[in-house]
Every structure is written in structure tokens, then in C-alpha cells.
């Protein structure tokens, strides 16, 4: 079992930055990935980063070279540094976990607002 809980969202301005945080615990260390997807109002749920076990990642096109996905050394918490910010990241972002026991698990957080706004 893996719990998720993100923090780090808010209000920002078009160009700023946040950085979202999600602390994980339970069998993280059996995770094949871990990253972030976002919802929009009226939207889908989309990807916007992970980062695997062996320390690869990967980004949506609409936030490359914005947008940076890590871990800390434990990997118990998972960051997404976000800058310069535009109206449309404004979502839902959540935090998720991929296990691999054979099944595969996907165990998600509660979800942290961005609004990015003038």
C-alpha cells in the first residue's frame, strides 16, 4: 500500500513558479514510476511528468523546459519545480505512484490547486 499527499499549490501570476511537493509513504521503494498528472475544468486528466526508479524522466510537450520532475534521496517525496507559469497550467495537479507486483497499481493523491492568474 502506498499513501500520497501533495502541498505546494497556490495562487501565482502568469510567470511565476510554485513547487509542488508530494510525500509518499507505505511501499514506496517498490514504485516503477512516480509523477504528476493534471485536470483542468472540463478537461481529461493528463500527463505531465514522471520519473522512474532509475531516475529517468519524462514531460508533456506543453511543459518541457518549464516544468522539472525529482525526488530527494530517500525518495519518499517527489517535487515538480514549475516556472513560468501560464494561465492554462491552471489545474488540479496529483501525485501518483505506479507499483509493479506482477499487477500493476496506481495509488494517487488527493490533489493540490494551481491557479496562476493576474
Known amino acids: 500500500q502506498v499513501q500520497l499527499l501533495e502541498s505546494g499549490g497556490g495562487l501565482v501570476q502568469p510567470g511565476g513558479s510554485l513547487r509542488l511537493s508530494c510525500d509518499a509513504s507505505g511501499s514506496v521503494l517498490s514504485a516503477f514510476a512516480m509523477g504528476w498528472y493534471r485536470q483542468a475544468p472540463g478537461k481529461e486528466r493528463e500527463f505531465v511528468a514522471r520519473?522512474?526508479?532509475?531516475?529517468?524522466?519524462d514531460y508533456a510537450a506543453s511543459v518541457k523546459g518549464r516544468f522539472t520532475i525529482s525526488e530527494d534521496n530517500a525518495k519518499k517525496t517527489v517535487y515538480l519545480r514549475m516556472n513560468n507559469l501560464k494561465p492554462e497550467d491552471t489545474a488540479v495537479y496529483y501525485c501518483?505512484?505506479?507499483?509493479?507486483?506482477?499487477?500493476?497499481?496506481?495509488?494517487w493523491g488527493q490533489g493540490t490547486q494551481v491557479t496562476v492568474s493576474s
Open positions: 501518483y505512484a505506479r507499483v509493479v507486483t506482477g499487477p500493476v497499481h496506481d495509488y
Open positions: 520519473i522512474t526508479g532509475g531516475d529517468s524522466t
